[in-house]
Nanobody, 129 residues
Framework: QVQLMESGGGSVQAGGSLRLSCKAS????????MGWFPQSPGNEREGVAR????????FYADSVKGRFAISHDTTTNTLYLQMNNLKPEDSGIYYC??????????????????????WGQGTQVTVSS
């Protein structure tokens, strides 16, 4: 089993920055792909960034390219999401997720939440205009 714990959410004004963290514990050698999936009220979770833990390849949704950066620290098993130039439409609960299959990283522009087996509890991000 893998446990994930997010932190770093908060409230910022448009144009501001936040850095989210996701600490993994348990069987941390099992996942091969990790990502961030925000969810806003009335909408489904949709991936904005993924990273392969077998090589470091990164994948971004078009809506965040050039503004968000995903990274992973193997020494601390911590996933990060640096979010710059935030917009009100970026608001939502940001969930950290981990997948066993590496294919989960390469599947589509935003990734499929159904392919990620492990999930954190989420951290709230609110961007005001």
């Amino acid at each position: 089993q893998v446990q994930l714990m997010e932190s770093g959410g908060g409230s910022v004004q448009a144009g501001g920055s936040l850095r989210l963290s996701c600490k993994a514990s348990g069987d941390t050698n099992t996942p091969t792909c990790m990502g961030w999936f925000p969810q806003s009220p009335g909408n489904e979770r949709e991936g904005v960034a993924r990273i392969s833990l077998r090589g470091g390849s990164t994948f971004y949704a078009d809506s965040v390219k050039g503004r968000f950066a995903i990274s992973h620290d193997t020494t601390t098993n911590t996933l990060y999401l640096q979010m710059n130039n935030l917009k009100p439409e970026d608001s939502g609960i940001y969930y950290c997720a981990a997948a066993i299959s590496l294919w989960s990283c390469f599947n589509g522009a935003t990734g499929d939440p159904r392919e990620f087996e492990y999930w954190g509890q989420g951290t709230q991000v609110t961007v005001s205009s």
